[in-house]
């Protein structure tokens, strides 16, 4: 199966300051997708992206599908206490796979 | 309409007990997976089913065995637990658009 390598490990950052994070693959995916996981919960999907160079929006996230299908980014914009929480990247292959995950924490 | 469920939430087993840990869905998905989740690690595939009747082994299937006699469930096996599968256990199921996995709430196992 392909390995998802994700970016950083853990982030400790101010209410109000943007994030960034992201993910790269070893070989080839058609699909992006990045959840969140709140402790003690399943994760949840935040954003999908099917198309290479595809840019998409939710709300105070944006993520982005690499052009070499090989890796994607995910920004959080204004950050509040509730984005705090475990993101991770999945590829769907024949299996799904994740990423290791990025721990997000924000500081009042 | 209630989703992913799991049983049981929480347990403690001690070392070369067995147990099963069942997944249900009644959203009518034809894929089911479980996936354990280690600090650090991210979620790790175990098992994962494409349909009734069919299994395929996922990144760390060694010591488990699954099971989809039914649709609508997804039974994962433990036969002789050890301490190493220490886990949050989680579940998931995709719909046919293949769009998201919808998770479960998680079981926490611990083997002593």
């Known amino acids: 199966g392909q390995q998802l390598n994700q970016s950083p490990q853990s982030m400790f950052i101010q209410e109000g300051e943007d994030v960034s994070m992201n993910c790269t693959s070893s070989?080839?995916?058609?699909?992006w997708l990045w959840y969140k996981q709140d402790p003690g919960e399943g994760p949840v999907l935040l954003i999908a992206?099917?198309?290479?160079?595809e840019l998409t929006s939710n709300g105070r996230l944006t993520a982005q599908f690499g052009i070499t299908r090989k890796d994607s980014f995910l920004n959080i914009s204004a950050s509040i206490p509730s984005d705090v929480g475990i993101y991770f990247c999945?590829?769907?292959?024949?299996?799904?796979?994740f990423g290791a995950g990025t721990r997000l924490t924000v500081k009042p | 309409n209630a989703g992913v469920t799991q049983t049981p939430k929480f347990r403690v087993l001690k070392t070369g007990q067995s147990m099963t840990l069942l997944c249900a869905q009644d959203?009518?998905?034809?894929?089911m997976y479980w996936y354990r989740q280690d600090p650090g690690m991210g979620l790790r595939l175990i098992h994962y089913?494409?349909?009734?009747?069919?299994?395929a082994k996922g990144e760390v299937p060694d010591g488990y065995n699954v099971s989809r006699l039914k649709k609508q469930n997804f039974l994962l096996g433990l036969e002789s637990a050890a301490p190493s599968q220490t886990s949050v256990y989680f579940c998931?199921?995709?719909?046919?658009?293949?769009?998201?996995?919808?998770f479960g709430p998680g079981t926490r196992l611990l083997v002593l």
């Open positions: 089913s494409v349909g009734e009747g069919t299994t």
């Open positions: 999945a590829g769907p292959d024949n299996d799904m796979r």
């Open positions: 998931a199921s995709l719909p046919p658009n293949q769009e998201t996995q919808y």
């Open positions: 070989s080839i995916f058609n699909t």
């Open positions: 959203m009518n998905h034809e894929y």
């Open positions: 992206l099917y198309k290479a160079g």
